[in-house]
Structures are given as C-alpha cells and as structure tokens.
C-alpha cells in the first residue's frame, strides 16, 4: 500500500521558517516526479514545487526564492523548505506523487496524495 506522510506543519509567524517532510512507503519513488501543492480555505489546491528525477526543481512564482524542494531518496523522503514565510502561504500542504511522466504543476497529473499537514502564518 502506498503512503504519503506529511508532517512538519505548524504556525508561525511572519518572516519565521519551516521544514515540511513527506515520508514516502509502499514502493520507491526515486525516479518519480514529487511535488507540493496548497489549499488555502475557500480557494482550490495549488501548485508550489516540484522535483524531477535528475534533481531538477520547479516553483511556482510566489515562493521562488524562499521555498526549497529536495529529495533523500536513501530515506524515501521529500522536504520542503519555506523561509520568509508570509500570512499568504497559510494553507493545508499535501505532499503529491506522480506514477509516470516528469514536471507538471497540474495536480489531476499526480497519483498519489498524502493527507496534508496544516501551515499558519501569523502577521
């Protein structure tokens, strides 16, 4: 059975940093595109960054150069790193995993899907 598992979520204040973790199990995703997306309440899930298997890394505009996408694949796990955090950036993130195909930023693209681990940024 493959699990997604987000934790490191919380609330923060403004110009604070947090470090999302997605714990991966049920097979290996090294060669898998990963990805986070977001959903603020009353707007629709939205993409924020993305890693190939190469290594590569995408981000959407608003997080680009505050927000870092890595992988361990020795651990099977995918962080996201959030500096510079924003009350904008509050938002339920989930953790997403696509079966085939390399970057894309549309969610109904991805596979798999973890439960998601609750952001807040205070002003």
Not at 90 to 103: D, E, I, K, M, N
């Amino acid at each position: 059975q493959v699990q997604l598992v987000e934790s490191g979520g919380g609330l923060v204040q403004a110009g604070g940093s947090l470090r999302l973790s997605c714990a991966t199990s049920g097979r290996t995703f090294s060669s898998n595109t990963m990805a986070w997306f977001r959903q603020a309440p009353g707007k629709e899930r939205e993409f924020v960054a993305a890693i190939i298997e190469t290594g590569t890394t995408y981000y959407t505009n608003s997080v680009k150069g505050r927000f870092t996408i890595s992988r361990d694949n020795a651990k099977n796990r995918v962080y996201l790193q959030m500096n510079s955090l924003k009350p904008e950036d509050t938002a339920v993130y989930y953790c997403a995993a696509r079966r085939f195909g390399w970057y894309s930023s549309s969610r109904h693209d991805y596979n798999y899907w973890g439960q998601g681990t609750q952001v807040t940024v205070s002003s």
